[in-house]
């Protein structure tokens, strides 16, 4: 099995890469096979032009998104890594969801019910600097939205490993016990 790790943070040598190469390895520990595809070293370009809309509206869909939507297609799971900026995760990761999760290739509407066409198993790895707390459901504001979209395209979600208060001077045995769980999540993921 083959999972495609997209990663959304802009250095190569940031704690979310680390994230993501360290549940690459607890899915190779599984047997399986993992890309990471790093959309800001990749050069991707997320911003959704008026000619790209307008192609959308005739099913037109660009070579540089079918080759993203091959690359995903090709791929038995999804995961996505990123931090959490402002409440949202960076731009360049939802730039590549509107651009990749395309009517007819992520979703389509039959009989007026909208049907995820995307049946694999997908998970968020995401770093956040600010902790839960009691008073208001950071989980609900910061990762339902994505969950959404994931869902609305026909992935079963595994439960998210949100890491709070994961932040520039976190202490390393912090760090380490979260690369840890990292690798865990990625030898569980295909079974």
Not at 16 to 22: D, I, N
Not at 142 to 159: A, N
């Amino acid at each position: 099995m083959k999972v495609l790790i997209v990663t959304a943070h802009p250095r190569q040598d940031s704690f979310t890469q680390a994230l993501a190469e360290r549940f690459a390895q607890g899915i190779a520990a599984a047997g399986h096979e993992a890309e990471i595809a790093n959309l800001y070293h990749e050069g991707f370009n997320p911003v959704v032009s008026i000619q790209e809309m307008d192609d959308w509206n005739a099913q037109h869909i660009s070579p540089t998104i079918q080759a993203e939507q091959a690359r995903l297609q090709s791929r038995d799971g999804l995961v996505l890594a990123y931090p959490v900026w402002w409440g949202t995760p960076p731009a360049m990761l939802t730039g590549w969801m509107q651009r990749v999760f395309t009517l007819g290739f992520a979703f389509a509407h039959n009989g007026g019910r909208t049907e995820g066409r995307l049946k694999i198993p997908a998970q968020l790895l995401v770093n956040v600097g600010s902790k839960q707390r009691e008073d208001i459901d950071l989980a609900t504001l910061y990762l339902e939205p994505i969950l959404g979209v994931l869902r609305y395209c026909g992935m079963d979600t595994h439960p998210t490993q949100a890491n709070w208060g994961i932040y520039a001077n976190t202490d390393p045995a912090t760090l380490g016990a979260v690369l840890d769980e990292a690798f865990e999540n990625g030898k569980r993921f295909f079974a």
